[in-house]
C-alpha cells in the first residue's frame, strides 16, 4: 500500500492535529506542513487573528493551500478575536467600538466584546466569511468565554464578573422578571451559559448556512473548545446545552495540566471520559487537546501520558498546542521544544501502527 494511501486511512480512523502561528513567510510555512506532516499529523489549527483578518487575508489563503498541498485538513481558529476565545494576542474590535466592551457587574468597561452584542455577532459573521474564503475546512471555536479574572478572585469575591450590559441587563429581566444583580447568583450563571451557547449556536448555523464545502469535499465542520474548569466562573457548566447544537460537529476541551503535575493520566482521563460520553450520547465527534508548551525539561514524557490516556478512553481526535512544543512563544516556550515535538510525533506514531 502506498504511503497515500495508508494516510487516507489513518485520517478516516483518527484524527491528529496541531495548531500552528507565529510565522506568514510562506517558504518557512511550507517546511513546516511538511515537518507537520512527518510527525504524523493530518489536520493543522491555522490562528487567524483580527490581525490576520485585517493585514494577511491573502497571505493566510496562500498558507491555507500550502497546508491542503501538505495533505493536511485546515481548521480555522478565531485567536483571541473580540477578546473572547482563547489566544495570546490583541483585539482591535474591542478598542474601536467601545459600545460593544463587556461591563463589569462593577460598571467598568473591560477588554473584551459582549456575546449578546449584536454589532459583535455581525463581526464575527465576517470573520467566518473571510475563514471560509480562505479555504477553512473545520472552524475551531475555542474557550469561548465571557470576561475572566484571575480564577482564585472569582471564587473569592461574587462581584468579579462580566458581562452587566445594558444589552445583557434588559435581557436578564426579561428572562428572570428581576433587575440583574450585581453580585453572582445562580441564575446570573445560567444566564451567561445559555448566552454563550446562544452566540456558539448563532456561528454555528452561520458558517453552516453558506453551505460552503471544504477540500474534503465534506461540508464545514464546526468544532468547539470547553474551558477545562468549573464552568461556573466564566464558560458554560452543562455541556450537553451546547452538545445539542445540531451544527456542532465535534466537542472537545483542553484539560492542560500544571507544570510538576504528578498523576497526568490522572488528570486528563475524568475530561476524556466526559468528552467520549458526551459524544456518544449526542454523536458528536469527542476531541481532546494536548498540552505542548510550558513543559518542563524532563517531564517530556507526560505528552505521552496525556495522549495515550485520552485514546485508552476512546478518543480519536488528539490535538495538541502548539507547533514546536511552542518555542516560538517565549511566553509559553517549553523548555526543550524539539524534544515536546518529537514525542508528539512519535506516540501519534503509536497509534498510527494500531490502524
Ligand atoms: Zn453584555
Redesign the pocket.
Known amino acids: 500500500m502506498s504511503n497515500k494511501a495508508r494516510f487516507g486511512i489513518i485520517s478516516k480512523m483518527l484524527k491528529l492535529g496541531i495548531s500552528y502561528f507565529g510565522s506568514r513567510i510562506q517558504r518557512h510555512v511550507k517546511e513546516d506542513m511538511a515537518d507537520v506532516v512527518r510527525h504524523n499529523c493530518n489536520f493543522v489549527v491555522h490562528t487567524f487573528s483580527e490581525t490576520d483578518l485585517e493585514f494577511y487575508k491573502g497571505t493566510m489563503k496562500e498558507i491555507v493551500e500550502i497546508s491542503h498541498g501538505a495533505g493536511l485538513e485546515v481548521w480555522i481558529d478565531p485567536w483571541a478575536v473580540g477578546g473572547v476565545f482563547g489566544g495570546e494576542t490583541y483585539s482591535k474590535f474591542i478598542a474601536q467600538h467601545l459600545d460593544v466592551r ?2 463589569s457587574a462593577k460598571g467598568e468597561s473591560l477588554p473584551a466584546a ?4 449584536k454589532k459583535f455577532r455581525l463581526f464575527m459573521h465576517s470573520w467566518i466569511d473571510a475563514s471560509l474564503e480562505i479555504g477553512s475546512d473545520v472552524l475551531f471555536w475555542d474557550e469561548p468565554h465571557f470576561y475572566l479574572y484571575p480564577l482564585d478572585e472569582m471564587e473569592r469575591d461574587l462581584t468579579l464578573w ?8 434588559q435581557a436578564f429581566k426579561k428572562q428572570f422578571g428581576y433587575e440583574m444583580p450585581v453580585e453572582l447568583n445562580r441564575d446570573v450563571r445560567v444566564f451567561k451559559e445559555d ?1 454563550i451557547v446562544d452566540f456558539l449556536k448563532e456561528m454555528c448555523d452561520y458558517t453552516k448556512g453558506h453551505r460552503a464545502v471544504g477540500s474534503s469535499g465534506h461540508s464545514i465542520k464546526n468544532a468547539v473548545c470547553f474551558l477545562p474548569f468549573k464552568g461556573e466562573l466564566g464558560g458554560i457548566m452543562d455541556w450537553s446545552k451546547a452538545a445539542r447544537i445540531d451544527s456542532l460537529d465535534i466537542v472537545g476541551v483542553d484539560p492542560y495540566w500544571r507544570p510538576g503535575e504528578k498523576d497526568v493520566a490522572g488528570f486528563v482521563r475524568p475530561f476524556a471520559k466526559k468528552i467520549q460520553e458526551l459524544s456518544k450520547k449526542y454523536n458528536k465527534e469527542g476531541q481532546i487537546w494536548i498540552l505542548n508548551f510550558r513543559i518542563k525539561k524532563g517531564a517530556e514524557k507526560d505528552v505521552e501520558t496525556a495522549v495515550m490516556t485520552a485514546h485508552e478512553e476512546g478518543v480519536r481526535n488528539l490535538a495538541a498546542w502548539s507547533y514546536l512544543g511552542t518555542g516560538c512563544m517565549s511566553y509559553l516556550a517549553s523548555d526543550d521544544p524539539q524534544k515536546v515535538w518529537d514525542m508528539l510525533g512519535l506516540t501519534f506514531k503509536k497509534l498510527c501502527d494500531k490502524v
Open positions: 463587556q461591563i459582549c456575546l449578546n452584542n462580566a458581562c452587566r450590559c445594558d444589552i445583557c441587563r448566552s
